[in-house]
Nanobody
Framework: QELLKEFGGGSVQAGGSLSLSCSVS??????MVWFRQATGKEREFVAA????????????HFADSVKGRFTISRDRSRDMIVLQMDRLKPEDTTVYYC??????????????????WGKGILVTVSS
């Protein structure tokens, strides 16, 4: 059984928007996290949200590269984590991964801080 599964990837033109969803099964996790990894590069942190439902600076974290363009939220009615990506750039093109973590790493989330990974979903932004 897949504990985490991503939905919503696809192609969009630069400046456009795309929304990724992650279904969560099994149990509640302290933090839900999005990472991304381009070919030949290390997997990098994108955004994280805790289980509280609040949207303060302790509850939400973003990588500098996506601040002001991406938002993260929980859809509790569907047990989904949503990553809303606006003003997309060609350099946002990559595979995005949903992840679950038991700890809070702020805005410098290491891949070693993840308990579970989704399989990933491709986002392509054309110029």
């Amino acid at each position: 059984q897949e504990l985490l599964k991503e939905f919503g990837g696809g192609s969009v033109q630069a400046g456009g928007s795309l929304s990724l969803s992650c279904s969560v099964s099994g149990r509640n996790y302290y933090f839900m996290v999005w990472f991304r990894q381009a070919t030949g590069k290390e997997r990098e942190f994108v955004a994280a949200i805790d289980s509280s439902g609040r949207s303060g600076p302790r509850n939400l974290h973003f990588a500098d590269s996506v601040k002001g363009r991406f938002t993260i939220s929980r859809d509790r009615s569907r047990d989904m984590i949503v990553l809303q990506m606006d003003r997309l750039k060609p350099e946002d093109t990559t595979v995005y991964y949903c992840a679950a973590s038991a700890l809070d790493y702020g805005d410098k989330w290491p891949v070693t801080g993840v308990e579970y990974w989704g399989k990933g979903i491709l986002v392509t932004v054309s110029s």
